[in-house]
Each structure stands twice: as structure tokens, then as C-alpha cells.
């Protein structure tokens, strides 16, 4: 059986890695999804994300253009609900990493910019959310994507850590405040995930990944996918000895969205094979 059948969930940041794996997944357990993204989906096999979750699943989804760090873009994502007949479920997900930079070097609209998105993004997701859950009286599930780097300070990455901790407790906070609606806030927490985001910049890689490619010899792409690939894991030290599929994040995201989880609250999941608690 599946287990978000009559769900109707917004994911923002879902036009890619694990937001997108996000969506998929809710879908697969039976909810309606508004993918919600600043860049348009991509096309797979020519057509994008939202159609090709209709066509092989049996649940409706929908795309709509938004800025998370733009309140009124996020309203109207959280109002694309109404369409699959209300919200349950709403992951504010989307996200960017920062410069990997020393704090000291840090300027000031960098640190804004991250802010905007990372935190004030989900700020404005929470409280569309909230409001609109109170309204319709059913209680629902608010779950905050914040980071390995939302537990534990992150070297040259100030400010997304700084975001992700906001976010932590913006949910604690939240949760407080809300469980007597019946609205649940919960947190994961990815620790080192396999998508564009890593592989792109390598942020949350950190400092080893900066110590490897000062050496000279690897490029960033060997990095990820060559055989330095273990020194990175070693250098974490990722009990379960892999970086993490955006499947896996996804997983959890279906049980915090799930009456599975429905007396959990406040809670901060880790998503990183065992990383930040050894
Ligand atoms: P990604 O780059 O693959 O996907 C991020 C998505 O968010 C993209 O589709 C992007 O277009 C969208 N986005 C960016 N800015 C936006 C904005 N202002 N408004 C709306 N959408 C916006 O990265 P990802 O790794 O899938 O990251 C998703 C979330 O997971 C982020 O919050 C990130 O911080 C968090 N996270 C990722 C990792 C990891 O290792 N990949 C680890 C910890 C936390």
C-alpha cells in the first residue's frame, strides 16, 4: 500500500538532486506534488519532470515558477495546492551552497545572498505553510531541509551553516507553536549527497576536498568520481563508507511526511550514513 495517498505536497528546489528525488518519491506513494523551482525543469526523454511523474505514476503534479527568496512567488507555489485540493505536506527544500571562503573573507553581500534563499526562503515556506494548514484545519507536515552543516559548524562556509542552524531551530520554534494545529515541523539533515550541488561546486565537501585539489594533481570532477573518491570518505568519515543518493533523502522525507512519523515533532533527522554523530 501506499503511504501518502489523499497528500497533496509542495517541494521547492525540485527541479533537481533531492528535491527532485523528493517529488518523485511522493508521488510514487500516492501524493498529488507542485514542483516548485527558480529554473525551469529539465526534459527527460523530452519532457519535463511534472509530465513525466504523471505518466508513470498515478499522481498529478504540476510546476510552478518560483523564487523562494521572493514571498510572493512562494505563496503562489504553496496556493498551486488548491488545485489537488488543499496542503498536507510542505518541504522547503530549496537551497544553495555558499563561496568556499574563509569567514574573514566573507563579504557581506555573499553572506546576504545565502541568507535570502536559504533562510528567508524557508521562512517564507514555513509561514505561507502554516497559515494556510490553519485554515483548513487538518493539521499537515512542514519539513525543512537543512545540512549536515545546520548540526555542526563547517569551515569556509560560514554562512550556509549559519542558514542551516537558523533553520534548525526555526523549526524547533515552529513546532512549538504549531503542534496544537496538528502541524508537525521536522528537519533533515543530508549529510554528503551525490547531486548537482556537490558536483558542481563542492562546498559541502569542505576543507578536504580544498586540501586535495591545492596538491595540484585532481580536478574536482576526479574528485567526486575517481579513485580519490575514498580519501574523501576516509577523510569525513562516513561510517557507511558511500556519499549519500538523493534516493536516500527522499526516503526519509517520505516518513516525516507520513502518518508513520505522526507523533514526531521537532525532530532533526540526519540523512549521512552515520557521519556527524562519530
Ligand atoms: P541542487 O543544486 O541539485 O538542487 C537545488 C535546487 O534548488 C535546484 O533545482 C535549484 O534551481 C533550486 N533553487 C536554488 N535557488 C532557488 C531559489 N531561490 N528558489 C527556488 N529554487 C531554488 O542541490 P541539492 O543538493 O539537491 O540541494 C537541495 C537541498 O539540500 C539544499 O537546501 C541543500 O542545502 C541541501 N543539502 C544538500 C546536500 C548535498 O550534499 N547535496 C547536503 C546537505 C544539504
Avoid at 17 to 36: K, L, S, T, Y
Wanted: aromatic share 4%; glycine share 12%; charged share 25%.
Amino acid at each position: 500500500s501506499q503511504l501518502l495517498t489523499d497528500k497533496t505536497a509542495v517541494v521547492t528546489g525540485a527541479a533537481s538532486g533531492n528535491g527532485r528525488a523528493i517529488a518523485r518519491r511522493f508521488a510514487e506513494e500516492g501524493a498529488d506534488v507542485v514542483i516548485a523551482d527558480v529554473q525551469t525543469e529539465p526534459r527527460e526523454g523530452g519532457r519535463p519532470t511534472h509530465e513525466k511523474i504523471e505518466a508513470e505514476t498515478d499522481a498529478r503534479a504540476t510546476f510552478v515558477e518560483c523564487d523562494v527568496s521572493e514571498r510572493a512567488d512562494v505563496k503562489r507555489a504553496v496556493e498551486a495546492a488548491d488545485e489537488f485540493g488543499g496542503l498536507d505536506v510542505m518541504v522547503n527544500n530549496a537551497g544553495i551552497s555558499g563561496p568556499e571562503k574563509s569567514f574573514v573573507d566573507l563579504e557581506q553581500a555573499e553572506f546576504e545572498k545565502l541568507m535570502h534563499v536559504n533562510l528567508n526562503g524557508v521562512f517564507y515556506g514555513c509561514q505561507e505553510a502554516a497559515l494556510k494548514m490553519i485554515a483548513q484545519g487538518e493539521g499537515g507536515s512542514i519539513i525543512n531541509m537543512s545540512s549536515a552543516g545546520g548540526l555542526v559548524g563547517v569551515p569556509d562556509a560560514s554562512a550556509y551553516s549559519t542558514a542551516k542552524g537558523g533553520v534548525r531551530l526555526l523549526t524547533y520554534s515552529l513546532a512549538a507553536e504549531l503542534g496544537e494545529d496538528g502541524i508537525r515541523v521536522n528537519t533533515l539533515h543530508p549529510g554528503v549527497i551525490e547531486t548537482a550541488m556537490t558536483k558542481r561546486d563542492g562546498s559541502i565537501i569542505g576543507s578536504g576536498r580544498k586540501e586535495l585539489l591545492k596538491r595540484g594533481d585532481v580536478s574536482f570532477k576526479q574528485l567526486i568520481k575517481g579513485s580519490v573518491r575514498g580519501e574523501i570518505i576516509k577523510r569525513h568519515a562516513i561510517p557507511l563508507s558511500e556519499f549519500g543518493d538523493p534516493k536516500h533523502v527522499a526516503d526519509a522525507a517520505v516518513f516525516l511526511a507520513s502518518d508513520l512519523s505522526e507523533y514526531i515533532s521537532a525532530e532533526s533527522i540526519a540523512v549521512d550514513g552515520g557521519m556527524v554523530n562519530t
